[in-house]
Each structure stands twice: as structure tokens, then as C-alpha cells.
């Protein structure tokens, strides 16, 4: 089945600092993908949609500044976190698809941490 | 606007015993549904769909779901719980018009030895 992988899988860094997670489509070329944001026990809240070559859309309440998302290649899509503060720790998870009508496949989540 | 709901927050079912996973949903036009599976620290993982045609859809590891247009609901059945079932799941709607996928809020098995 389709592979999509995230890395890192955790990462802690300092407030201020910048933090890129990258989201890779092992055998497959995603032209959409997903960035999704979950809380503890709480449901994904998708943040953004990015098309290859495009720019990002983002959701209402989602500052593109903050979460700065490219994807360049059909089997990769970046998120960096800039200037990160305590309050974005959270689990991220990207997603990606190759139709619009297609199934999306997820990535295992990446857990963010800032100290 | 496209809505889904799982009313409940946990399940508590005993190993062995049929189990039913509640989603409700709300979207204009017709309704693409989705069920995905998370252990814990870890991504989504594809349960079962259903676009159209059956209303009884089968999936990955025992596990299905029966759309209900009229009750607007595409509850997930297994009719026997296994321990390793314990999860969240998450219900999940697309518009066929729009390609987002909306997620509930999840509702936690918990399948008891």
C-alpha cells in the first residue's frame, strides 16, 4: 500500500527557534498534501492544503507566516515552524493524495515539543 | 457547512462481544465517508470507505460500516471485539464538491480481556 512517511518522528527545540518537518510519499507522487494538527485527545484539525508547485491554502485561523509549508516535489511537502513558542507543541501529521477524488494516506506524526 | 459527529467519547466492550463505533454526519451534496483507526503516537491508519453503491461496506481487519442515508450515520461494527481493537477512531466525511476531509472528534475502544 501507499507509504508516507514523516521525520522526525519527535523533536524538542527551544522558544524562538525553528523547527522544518518534512513529509515524504515513499511510492507514490502526492499532488495534494495535508498538514494536520492534533491536540492531546483531541480530534486533527487540518491547517493547510498544498498542491506541488503552488502555493499553500491555509484554514481559517492558521497564520502562514507561523507555519510556513512548501512543497516542492511531488513526494515531498516541508512544514517549518518559525519562531516557535510552548504553545504550538502539539502532534503534527501530514497526509497526502494523488487524486482529488482519491483516498488520502497519513503519515505518522511527527511530535513537536517546545521548551 | 460539512459536519461529523461521534457522539460518543468511549466505547467499552468486552472481548469476544460485537462492537459499534457511532458517526453521524452533515454535508451538502453527496457524502464521501471514512473511517480511520490511530494507536497511540502514531498516524491515521485507512479502515474503510464508502462513495457509493452498497450501503454495507467491509474493511481492513474485520471491520465494517453501514451507511444510513436517511439517519445520515455510518456506524462501525466488528461483530467480535478483539483486545488488540483497543484505539481511537476517527470518523470522517468528504463533500464530494470539496476536498477536505472533516474529522470527528474520535471516540476511544476499549476492548476488555
Known amino acids: 500500500g501507499a507509504v508516507v512517511s514523516q521525520h522526525p518522528s519527535r523533536v524538542i527545540c527551544k522558544s524562538g527557534t525553528s523547527v522544518k518537518i518534512e513529509c515524504r510519499s515513499l511510492?507514490?507522487?502526492?499532488?495534494?498534501m495535508f498538514w494536520y494538527r492534533q491536540f492531546p485527545k483531541q480530534s486533527l484539525m487540518l491547517m493547510a492544503t498544498?498542491?506541488?508547485?503552488?502555493?499553500?491554502?491555509?484554514e481559517q485561523g492558521v497564520e502562514k507566516d507561523k507555519f510556513l509549508i512548501n512543497h516542492a516535489s511531488l513526494t515531498l511537502s516541508t512544514l517549518t515552524v518559525t519562531s516557535a513558542h510552548p504553545e504550538d507543541s502539539s502532534f503534527y501529521i501530514c497526509s497526502a493524495r494523488v487524486l482529488r477524488q482519491g483516498e488520502q494516506y497519513f503519515g505518522p506524526g511527527t511530535r513537536l515539543t517546545v521548551t | 457547512a460539512q459536519s461529523v459527529a461521534q457522539p460518543e467519547d468511549q466505547v467499552n466492550v468486552a472481548e469476544g462481544n460485537p462492537l459499534t463505533v457511532k458517526c453521524t454526519y452533515s454535508v451538502s451534496g453527496n457524502p464521501y465517508l471514512f473511517w480511520y483507526v490511530q494507536y497511540p503516537n502514531r498516524g491515521l491508519q485507512f479502515l474503510l470507505k464508502?462513495?457509493?453503491?452498497?450501503?454495507l461496506v467491509k474493511g481492513s481487519y474485520g471491520f465494517e460500516a453501514e451507511f444510513n442515508k436517511s439517519q445520515t450515520s455510518f456506524h462501525l461494527k466488528k461483530p467480535s471485539a478483539l483486545v488488540s481493537d483497543s484505539a481511537l477512531y476517527f470518523c470522517a466525511v468528504r463533500d464530494g464538491r470539496d476536498d477536505k476531509l472533516i474529522f470527528g472528534t474520535g471516540t476511544r475502544l476499549q476492548v476488555f480481556p
Open positions: 464508502y462513495i457509493t453503491g452498497d450501503n
Open positions: 511510492d507514490f507522487q502526492a499532488t495534494t
Open positions: 498544498s498542491n506541488e508547485g503552488s502555493k499553500a491554502t491555509y
